[in-house]
């Protein structure tokens, strides 16, 4: 497990310096040490690129099937759940994902 800190005042530049050391230098380290594995998903960062695979592995098509088939409209969402690229938080103020931006359906 790994996490980043910045003061309570810090400005969003250094809010996403913080967040962005964990998710492009931090996380990928940790998967080149143990490839294949994956994450519980309350543990893990949220912005990480590749969180099908982390989260899902090999189940996120069958898991994406069903999603198709029982919530075609993509009614329940939550950041990384099956069929959630669809979907995006508007950046709030410079600091995207943080569930305070508006919920936006993605073009197609």
Known sequence: MTSGSFSQSATPAEVNVVRNTVTKVLVPILKS?????GTY???ADVREDDWQQSFFGSHYPRLLGLKDELDPE???WVKTAVGSENWYV???NGLPEVGTGR???RSI
């Open 90 to 92: 508007q950046d709030d």
């Open 33 to 37: 040490v143990t490839p294949g594995s």
């Open 74 to 76: 993509r009614i329940f």
């Open 103 to 105: 919920l936006c359906r």
């Open 41 to 43: 998903m309350n543990e």
